[in-house]
Each structure stands twice: as C-alpha cells, then as structure tokens.
C-alpha cells in the first residue's frame, strides 16, 4: 500500500532553514509528480509546492517562491523541500502527497509539524 | 488564481440526515475538482475528484456533482464518522492549486 512519510520538522528560529523529507514507498516513485502542501495550525490547507516525477516541472506557490525548494531523489524513493528564510507564517503542518495522474493528491502523509519561533 | 469558497464554514447535522456541502470558483474549473475529507489530527483524505468520481474505498452515501464554477458534495446519510472538516479544490487552473476554506460538519 502507498505510504509517504514526513520528516525534519522541529523549532526552527526565524530566519533559520530547516530541510524535510518525505520517504515514499508502495507505488513506482520516479512515474508520479510530487507535492507539499502545509495548514497552520488551525487553519485550511494551502498548497506549497510540486514537482513533476522527471524533475523537469517545479511550481511554487507565491507565499514560498524564492525561498522554498522542491526536490526529490528517485533512486531513495525520497521527496524534499528545502525551506530557507523562515518566519512565523510557516508554521504548518507540512504534508507531502502523491499527484494522481492529473494534479490531485490522492495520496497524503500523516505530516510533519514547523514551528517557527525564536 | 482561481478563488475557491466553500459554503457554509459549518453545517450543524445530526447522525442519519443528508448534508450537501458547496464550493464556488471564482472562474471556470470544468470538472477538475477534488473533495478531502480531514479529521482531527489526520491528514486529508480523498474522497471524490473529477467532480463526481468516488476514490477507492469511500463509501456511497458520498456523492459530488457541478462544473464549472458550481458544485456541491453530498452525504446521504451522515454516519458518526463523517463528522469532519471537507475542503474543495481545484486543478483546472493551476498553477497554483487551490482550495476552499473548508466546511466544518459538527454535531447537532
């Protein structure tokens, strides 16, 4: 069965970066495209990130671009986003899920909680 | 960026009554639409995409309908399970993908 597993989440002062990855496993990693999507705390979902399973297409949501990078590691069955310049308004529950073969997720992780906070 | 609101922020329900959730888009999405469902302290769950189609493994009482800028997710009979948070989202017009607010269903 698909299982996507979120790590690298923690404290993290503002300004700081932090790096999280999401193991996939279940499914054939390298034929699907990859999001993050974060909800802070208490509120909706707010789509992050996406990148295609060749790499080649990487889309970043407004709040993020610039700062944030999606990668992955099809040899690890590994997904990642690097996140540089934190400030409060990352804090989130950053989860990782699977693209269907059209850009639904229809597979989630259980997420991975930053907090961003001196 | 295709706005998505959901309607109402909460809908009151009792165990056994039908509850019809809508979501708007600010423009057209066609049928690239997606239903989630989400309980406390879990991630999100598909439950419907391309507007009407059911995911594997989720019940019937749960149905999705519209195109366009309209549609609206129904349960035909909530079950104590259901009590949830629903959120819409679209992929027709992205990037970015977008969703709604959410419909928080609570008990009546």
């Known amino acids: 069965q698909v299982q996507l597993v979120e790590s690298g989440g923690g404290v993290v002062q503002p300004g700081r970066s932090r790096r999280l990855s999401c193991a996939a496993s279940g499914f054939t990693f390298s034929s699907f495209g990859m999001h993050w999507v974060r909800q802070a705390p208490g509120k909706g979902l707010e789509w992050v990130a996406f990148?295609?399973?060749?790499?080649?297409?990487?889309y970043y949501g407004d709040s993020v671009k610039g700062r944030f990078t999606i990668s992955r590691d099809n040899s690890r069955n590994t997904l990642y986003l690097q996140m540089n310049s934190l400030g409060p308004d990352d804090t989130a529950v950053y989860y990782c899920?699977?693209?269907?073969?059209?850009?639904?997720?229809?597979?989630w992780g259980q997420g991975t909680l930053v907090t961003v906070s001196s | 960026e295709t706005v998505m609101t959901q309607s109402p922020a909460t809908l009151s329900v009792s165990p056994g009554e039908r509850a019809i959730f809508s979501c708007r888009a600010s423009?057209?999405?066609?049928?690239?639409l997606a239903w989630y469902q989400q309980k406390p302290g879990q991630a999100p769950r598909l439950l419907i995409y391309s507007a009407s189609t059911r995911a594997t493994g989720v019940p019937a009482r749960f149905s999705g309908s519209g195109s366009e800028t309209e549609f609206t997710l129904t349960i035909s009979s909530l079950q104590s399970e259901d009590f949830a948070v629903y959120y819409c989202q679209q992929y027709n017009n992205w990037p970015p993908l977008t969703f709604g607010g959410g419909t928080k269903v609570e008990f009546k």
């Open positions: 899920a699977k693209e269907a073969e059209v850009p639904f997720c229809d597979y």
């Open positions: 990148i295609s399973n060749d790499e080649i297409n990487k």
């Open positions: 423009q057209s999405v066609s049928i690239n």
